[in-house]
């Protein structure tokens, strides 16, 4: 079926330690992002791309680095893991509203724990 | 980024409409949605009005925007237990990144 993958979906990490989160889409969808959802929070965007070879920052994107070699890959990192980064990581894609009503289609979630 | 609010919690009973509000802060906003997440789910685009839309009705769905006071809203009709789930809003000018609300988390009591 076409749409986002994500993987892994759940995933406990010790203080320090480095992980990729893996996300790929197969609808040759341009825009790519990563966000996470917090309880109460809603969903805060960590880091975008609108295209394979470029990426840039959302609104929280201590901690995390990303990269898009691909149209399809949009991995994301977390280097030096920490307690707030428990969370819930998902990641989306769209074909942007110029081409049909767009919207986002998400992945089903990483859910992260750092202890 | 822009402010998106919600209401954090509503309760209906089955069979009784719902009706999920949201307001957003740019008054540049063109895409606004709405999303559902199920446990343990994604967000599921559930259905958008454009700007220069006031209403958008599909079956149970009808979604109202009004521009001047920068409020959206979800009604669905006739609720049932399968609607119970978290609501998003979201909102964007230029269609391709989106600012969430807080989410509203619907119960429907039998």
């Known amino acids: 079926n076409a749409g986002v993958t994500q993987t892994p979906k759940f995933r406990i990490l010790k203080i320090g330690q480095s992980m990729t989160l893996q996300c790929a889409q197969d609808m040759n969808h341009n825009y790519m992002y990563w966000y996470r959802q917090d309880p109460g929070m809603g969903l805060k965007l960590i880091y975008y791309?609108?295209?394979?070879?470029?990426?840039d920052k959302g609104e929280v994107p201590n901690g995390y680095n990303v990269s898009r070699s691909t149209t399809e890959d949009f991995p994301l990192r977390l280097e030096l893991a920490a307690p707030s980064q428990t969370s819930v990581y998902f990641c989306?894609?769209?074909?942007?509203?110029?081409?049909?009503?767009?919207?986002?289609?998400f992945g089903s979630g990483t859910r992260l724990t750092v202890v | 980024g822009e402010d998106v609010e919600q209401s954090l919690f509503l309760s209906v009973r089955e069979g009784d409409s719902s009706v999920i509000n949201c307001t957003y802060t740019d008054s540049s906003s063109t895409y606004l949605y709405w999303y559902k997440q199920e446990p343990g789910a994604g967000l599921q685009l559930l259905t958008y009005?454009?700007?220069?839309?006031d209403m958008k009705q599909d079956q149970r769905l009808t979604v109202l925007l009004n521009k001047k006071d920068k409020h959206l809203s979800l009604r669905i009709a006739d609720t049932q237990t399968g609607d119970s789930a978290i609501y998003f809003c979201a909102e964007s000018i230029t269609g391709n990144q989106f600012y969430f609300g807080t989410g509203t988390s619907l119960t429907v009591i039998p």
């Open positions: 009005i454009f700007s220069n839309m």
């Open positions: 791309s609108v295209g394979a070879g470029i990426t």
């Open positions: 989306a894609s769209t074909q942007g509203v110029g081409q049909g009503i767009g919207g986002y289609t």
